[in-house]
């Protein structure tokens, strides 16, 4: 059986589901508890400000989308973001990193998270 990643279920699980509508809707839920993580929706929002957290307030400082996904002109992602996570000086938080660092496109993130 293959090992289960924070509390998902592993595929195996599903195997015992007979009828394939309700192993694909099974299988489906599971994945938008990925999909909906506040892990993803934070750098997918609805609207054209990143959100940060796992209560997903707004981005602070305030930032905008920008008309390539990176800011707006004068204060690009990578003003403060770089390649790697940068901790605090008070040694609790950092400032998170990756290469490349911007939002995902559009206005719309995945659509799902103001809806529940
Ligand atoms: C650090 C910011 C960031 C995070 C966190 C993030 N994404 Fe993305 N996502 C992006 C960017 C930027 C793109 C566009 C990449 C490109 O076009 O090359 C993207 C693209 C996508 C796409 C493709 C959308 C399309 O229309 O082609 C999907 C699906 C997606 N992300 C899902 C997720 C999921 C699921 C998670 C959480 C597990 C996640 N993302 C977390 C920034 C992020």
């Not at 973001?81 to 559009?106: C, D, R």
Request: aromatic share 6%; net charge negative; with cysteine.
């Amino acid at each position: 059986m293959a090992d289960t990643v924070n509390g998902l279920k592993t595929v195996d699980e599903f195997a015992g589901i007979e009828s394939e509508a309700e192993r694909s809707t099974a299988v489906f839920q599971e994945v938008m508890k990925v999909i909906e993580s506040p892990r993803c929706l934070n750098c997918h929002p609805r609207g054209d400000t990143p959100l940060q957290g796992d209560d997903m307030h707004p981005h602070m400082p305030p930032v905008q989308h920008g008309g390539a996904d990176f800011g707006a002109p004068g204060l690009y992602c990578t003003t403060w973001h770089s390649a790697e996570n940068v901790a605090f000086l008070t040694g609790k938080g950092n400032i998170s990193g990756h290469s490349p660092w911007q939002l995902a496109p559009g206005r719309d993130g995945m659509s799902r998270h103001d809806r529940a």
